[in-house]
């Protein structure tokens, strides 16, 4: 029996944009999730399509237990997150000898299966190594994380799918590439710009904010995203986005430690649950079995 974990992730900047080659943040964040997979003679169909497609890709019949901390279809990379868990459970419990970075590459051939193929390396590659990672193409860059990180996460409660968002912003680009190609430019900017403000949390809550505009005017936002990212900021949040696919699931807002609870507390009031967390430096990691 072996059991390991991944962690969640948040979209710092530059979802969308970066499933078209420009630059996205993202990392690691608190919320684990813990898969434990066993040699077993029967194997029983899992009902998640990531670790029946893992199973599959390794050749593999075992048997396998999920525990998630994580809410799943929330744009907090839980998908990403079972994935990286059960390919490296799956690797120790069958002594396949992977690398953490063939199992990141692994990692990222079952979300593209998955996902109708587009998926960008993100998610998989940030729960992988853990901290923050800068991806851009085939370039991913582990990057020094800003100190003292107050991040509130809200989540709408409002499902949505990955791959259907993804379609959706594909067909407006093919529809409407002068509109939207400047959309996905100005994000990948503000990733960039970014990068040379890491230490300054006023400045990145600004960019925050700029990039969420930009992921409403791509059309991946949600009224209930709306609500909570305005709720943030009122509430005294240095700024507020979307993370992920958006159409639903989480918004996250950068704060100060003084106006963490204050910021949660106006999320909880829109109707939001909320998870205060830092980031989370550690990538998949092997746990004690059960
Ligand atoms: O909603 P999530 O956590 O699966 O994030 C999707 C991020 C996208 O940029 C929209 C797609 C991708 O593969 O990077």
New binding site residues.
Partial sequence: MATWSAPG?V?LF??????YGKP?IAMSIKPRVMVTVRHSRYFQRPNSPYIAECFKLLDIKGSVYVRSQLPS????????AVTVATLFAINDEFQLGYSRAEVAELAHEV?KIT?GG???A??TYVSTFGGMVLIRGEEKRRLIPPQNLSIVIGNSMVS?N?SE??RR?AEFREHSPAVANPIMDAIGAITMEAMHNMENHKELGNLMNRNHALLEALG?SHPALSNLVLAARSAGAYGAKL????GG?CIWALCSKGSRNRVANALEDCDAKTIITTIDTEGARKEADL
């Fill in positions: 992730k979209f530059g979802e969308h944009a970066v499933v996205g279809a929330s744009g907090l990379g839980s998908s990403a979300e996902q587009r998926a960008s993100t998610d949505h990955t968002m993804v912003v991946v993370s992920g696919a958006g699931g």
